[in-house]
């Protein structure tokens, strides 16, 4: 059987009468579809977890020629694992791949091997990591949030331009079917007039809140001072887990637990935000909010809460009128911390959605009960029917451009770097919808409503939330020269 690590969801697509389905059979890549068959080398910057995922989308039409990891054995094991997905594909198996702990390194010794870079390690490394990717002039893929800041999302928007490659950020609901409907939908006036945005996740399911740092002894398989990276030099700690904090991953903050500190992570928002909010990026035309206001559980200067509220207020575009757009993550009391349900939608179908989002307007409302808007739907249900036959007549057109690989962040990327095009998610693209989303941690680490001047990048009311934009200082050795 195929290795289910590689395994993903596909979104089927649309008939006349169907707005799609997903399925979770193993992930095959037509041979033919890249050109005439250009086979790419590609760095893995990220081997285990998020790393196995990312390159199965690419790994049966292109070559993995190097792969890195501060974990010995996750590392080695991605290697092993690399191979058996060749072989259980039917394929000769490939030559092994070069093995690393320092990205740095790697670039350094790979950079006349490879096309491009794949880039999914905790968000504090992804500016790094891609900025030395792009002192060499190599294309780039990294996971959601590009960055947890918003200063270096822009210098890293820039340093791409200057670099002149393909930009991508590994977020999957860019690339699907369901969200181009959504626009459509919206935008041809099924529900009236778009009034307002509700979204939410039960992120985070990992600990964050009041958490205390804990002298540690560092695993042998891991070296600690790559893993910090830029970060300053900090001897190894493990967590104290207070009562009442969620969480039961552990209390190291690798593989998985780093998602929460803000010198490694961005909370839920950085985690889901990406996903949730790029749906209301794109039907909301890339306009970037004006005021945020926030609500949140306990914040420190080292961990995000475990619930918040945010109102993002979004100025008018040419198509739509300035509108709210709320978030809620978390749990209160232990309870999932929602938004209020809209009527129209049925409380059970609410209920069974974790994560989601609604698109309430004067006549009706797109659903969707999932964090990527892959399969939405229109309420009430007499709507959606009309929605369908629209659709089947033709009447609701399709305006947007699809994905030539849906449900594929990896693999567009790579299809673009062969044929042409830009990915779904390019930076120009990516930078602002992850500026938009960490706008929301510099209200939270604030604690007060914040007004944000983007063209001067400053937060214009609350001058001491500015030190959240940047970080107070890199490492020496860590940004390319």
Request: hydrophobic share 35%; charged share 25%; aromatic share 8%.
């Amino acid at each position: 059987m195929p290795n289910r690590t590689f395994s993903r969801r596909h979104f089927l697509g649309t008939t006349g009468l169907a707005v799609g389905a997903l399925s979770t059979g193993p992930n095959i890549l037509l041979r033919g579809q890249d050109g005439a068959g250009k086979r790419l080398n590609i760095l893995q910057i990220g081997a285990g977890g998020k790393g196995q995922s990312d390159t199965g989308g690419v790994t049966l039409n292109h070559n993995i020629v190097a792969m890195v990891d501060v974990d010995k054995n996750r590392l080695e094991d991605a290697a092993k694992k690399r191979e058996k997905h060749h072989l259980d594909a039917g394929e000769k198996a490939p030559p092994a791949p070069k093995l690393y702990q320092d990205f740095r390194k790697a670039l350094d010794e790979t950079h006349n091997e490879i096309d491009g870079v794949i880039i999914s390690t905790p968000d504090h490394t992804h500016f790094v990591a891609a900025m030395w990717a792009l002192k060499y002039k190599k294309h780039v893929c990294v996971q959601k949030p590009l960055c947890n800041t918003i200063w270096e999302v822009r210098e890293l928007h820039k340093a791409a331009k200057e670099a002149g490659v393909v930009t991508q950020m590994g977020n999957q609901g860019r690339t699907m079917e369901g969200q181009r409907l959504a626009k459509e939908w919206i935008e041809q006036g099924v529900i009236g007039k778009l009034q307002e945005i509700r979204l939410w996740t039960n992120r985070p399911i990992w600990p964050q809140g009041n958490l205390k740092k804990v002298p540690a002894q560092a695993p042998e398989f891991l070296d600690w001072d790559l893993w910090l990276a830029s970060e300053a030099s900090e001897p190894y700690f493990e967590f104290e887990i207070p009562e009442g904090v969620s969480g039961k991953r552990g209390n190291s903050v690798h593989p998985f637990n780093w998602r929460g500190w803000w010198q490694f992570g961005s909370g839920a928002l950085g985690d889901m935000g990406c996903h949730i909010m790029d749906a209301t990026f794109s039907i909301l035309n890339q306009v970037i909010p004006t005021k945020i206001e926030v609500e949140s559980g306990e914040t420190t200067e080292l961990c995000a809460p475990m619930w918040s509220n945010l109102k993002y207020h979004m100025p008018a575009s040419d198509k739509h009128g300035a509108v709210v757009v709320s978030w809620n993550d978390g749990s209160r009391d232990g309870q999932p911390n929602k938004p209020e349900r809209h009527p129209d939608i049925p409380e059970e179908t609410f209920k069974k959605a974790s994560s989601g989002m609604m698109f309430v307007g004067t006549e009706g409302v797109v659903y969707e009960g999932d964090a990527y808007c892959a399969s939405p739907s229109v309420y009430p249900l007499t709507k959606f029917t009309e929605v369908r036959k629209g659709m089947a007549a033709g009447t609701i057109k399709k305006t947007e451009a699809r994905s030539p690989m849906p449900n594929n962040p990896q693999g567009e990327w790579a299809h673009c770097i062969v044929n042409g095009g830009k990915p779904s998610s390019n930076f120009d693209y990516s930078c602002p919808l992850t500026e938009f989303v960490l706008l929301g941690n510099l209200a939270i680490r604030s604690g007060q409503t914040i007004s944000w001047d983007k063209d001067a990048m400053k937060v214009s009311n609350v001058e001491a939330a500015n030190r959240f934009i940047k970080r107070a200082a890199y490492r020496p050795g860590w940004l390319p020269g």
